[in-house]
């Protein structure tokens, strides 16, 4: 498995933006599909959006598309999301990892680790 470290989470005024940072170790970081999922307080985790191992292809989920980007840099071995236009019903606890595939049915490969916590206010 590989080891995955989020940051960049805090406090954003709605339609503000955040750009998340998600480190990586233990693993060859190139060699992987990447994701990103978060978890509003209540609900369950859910898929963001995804970039491929050479950083070619991303899909998103519809409600994210046109305010968030999903980008990598394979040399520093980290995995970003620019989030822009941020809403309140987008706070959450936003987390990286591993993912199966990039578009259809997208899982974790690997465990979770902390996230980060990105908390819009109205």
């Known amino acids: 498995q590989v080891h995955l470290v989020e940051s960049g989470g805090g406090l954003v005024q709605a339609g503000g933006s955040l750009r998340l940072s998600c480190a990586a170790s233990g693993r060859t970081f190139s060699s992987y599909d990447m994701g990103w999922f978060r978890q509003a307080p209540g609900k369950e985790r859910e898929f963001v959006a995804a970039?491929?191992?050479?950083?070619?292809?991303?899909y998103y989920v519809d409600f994210v598309k046109g305010r968030f980007t999903i980008s990598r840099d394979n040399a520093k071995n980290t995995v970003y999301l620019q989030m822009n236009s941020l809403k309140p019903e987008e706070t959450a606890v936003y987390y990286c990892n591993r993912v199966n595939r990039v578009g259809g049915t997208i899982n974790n490969l690997d465990a979770w680790g902390q996230g980060t916590l990105v908390t819009v206010s109205s």
């Open positions: 970039i491929s191992w050479s950083g070619s292809s991303t």
